[in-house]
T-cell receptor, first 112, second 114 residues
């Protein structure tokens, strides 16, 4: 069935360094890929998204890349700050349905 | 404007009891979604409403779970004969209604079944 794999499950980086989270999806019909940030006790918050007709998208310190042939997509955070510490979820949405399939999450910790 | 709101924020119940969880979507959003998030995992889809009707209920785990949206706005997720395995955070999201639109999530209801 539909599946999204996410790695790593935990990531610790020095403040100011970059963080990269990678995901793969199983259904080639997917064409919308949102990324969510979830802080403790809160609901997921959309931070960036990318559609299948685009290979890369950037918003300030955050960028996403998509390789449709390999069914890979990645989140890049540069110049990390303490407030970037949270759990990040990649996700895929399928053209024939409106449900979102989430990855298992990456707990990002920023070391001072 | 106001985001998605969910009540209660926390609910503790006993095994076998009935619970109702409420979601108020963003005003004007015609699509509403329910997800369930177990500890340390990503949200899992339960059901999706377009207006008043359930467009996709394929994620409901069994017939103890039911959801309604009678006027196309507020939705209630109902769980009968609760089991300890139902303990999770129940998330609601809404979107403007066109397929593939961004989904905006509420803070969730934390359900604990003792």
């Amino acid at each position: 069935g539909e599946n999204v794999e996410q790695h790593p499950s935990t990531l610790s980086v020095q403040e100011g360094d970059s963080a990269v989270i990678k995901c793969t999806y199983s259904d080639s019909a997917s064409n919308y890929f949102p990324w969510y940030k979830q802080e403790l006790g809160k609901g997921p918050q959309l931070i960036i998204d990318i559609r299948s007709n685009v290979g890369e998208k950037k918003d300030q310190r955050i960028a996403v890349t998509l390789n449709k042939t390999a069914k890979h997509f990645s989140l890049h955070i540069t110049e990390t700050q303490p407030e970037d510490s949270a759990v990040y979820f990649c996700a895929a949405q399928y053209s024939s349905a409106s449900k979102i399939i989430f990855g298992s999450g990456t707990r990002l910790s920023i070391r001072p | 404007g106001a985001g998605v709101s969910q009540t209660p924020s926390n609910k503790v119940t006993e095994k076998g009891k009935y619970v109702e969880l409420r979601c108020d979507p963003i005003s004007g959003h015609t699509a509403l979604y329910w997800y369930r998030q177990s500890l340390g995992q990503g949200p899992e889809f339960l059901i999706y409403f377009q207006g008043t009707g359930a467009a996709d209920d394929s994620g409901l785990p069994n017939d103890r779970f039911f959801a309604v949206r009678p006027e196309g706005s507020v939705s209630t997720l109902k769980i009968q004969r609760t089991e300890r395995g139902d303990s999770a955070v129940y998330l609601c999201a809404s979107s403007p209604g066109t397929d593939q639109e961004t989904q905006y999530f509420g803070p969730g209801t934390r359900l604990l079944v003792l």
